[in-house]
T-cell receptor
């Protein structure tokens, strides 16, 4: 258990509204990641962070922004939600001692 | 962008049968990881293979990394209903990012 929580766990929103998802970790890991998971696509990287205020884009970053003002929190913002952003969003950390990523429980987002 | 092709996408077999899931790429990875995911939960790491030709066993599960570190397989012996789930492979690039296969949905019928 890498002490990763995500909030909210479920959210329904309307097209055009901003949405922020939060990922919180308790073990001071430097690397954090946001993925989305859709049927037939596996997991796709949205953004990642390699330290406080250090972030970079992943494969599917359009329409998303992130912020990391503290080691323990990594926020994902959908600036203006679209129906194509309906998905399950997972946060992960990288445990460098084990060279492994550990995942949070996910946030299921529905954009109407 | 590197791609990781996972096959089959779906597999439904009877309890007691054996099965193999494949993960193939044209690119070399520094390591390859296998995860299992239950509905409503995040993926959970099963194993990481690092060395070309490496074989790791986890009870009835055998994982192999290809000699060229481009492909991997997961073999389950005498599958049990508790093995049901989504199996995902992921290759780690040199920048620590993971490239994911699309997953194999496995159903083991009693």
């Amino acid at each position: 258990d890498a002490g990763i929580t995500q909030s909210p766990r479920h959210k329904v929103t309307e097209t055009g509204t901003p949405v922020t998802l939060r990922c919180h970790q308790t073990e001071n890991h430097r690397y954090m990641y946001w993925y989305r998971q859709d049927p037939g696509h596996g997991l796709r990287l949205i953004h990642y962070s390699y330290g406080v205020k250090d972030t970079d884009k992943g494969e599917v970053s359009d329409g998303y922004s992130v912020s990391r003002s503290k080691t323990e929190d990594f926020l994902l913002t959908l600036e203006s939600a679209t129906s194509s952003q309906t998905s399950v969003y997972f946060c992960a950390i990288r445990d460098t001692s084990q060279e492994t990523q550990y995942f949070g429980p996910g946030t299921r987002l529905l954009v109407l | 962008t590197q791609l990781l092709e996972q096959s089959p996408q779906f597999l439904s077999i009877q309890e007691g049968e054996n099965l193999t899931v494949y993960c193939n790429s044209s690119s070399v990875f520094s390591s390859l990881q296998w995860y299992r995911q239950e509905p409503g939960e995040g993926p959970v790491l099963l194993v990481t293979v690092v060395t070309g030709g490496e074989v790791k066993k986890l009870k009835r599960l055998t994982f192999q990394f290809g000699d060229a570190r481009k492909d991997s397989s997961l073999h389950i012996t005498a599958a049990q209903p508790g093995d049901t789930g989504l199996y995902l492979c992921a290759g780690e690039e040199s920048n620590y990012q993971l490239i994911w296969g699309a997953g194999t949905k496995l159903i083991i019928k009693p």
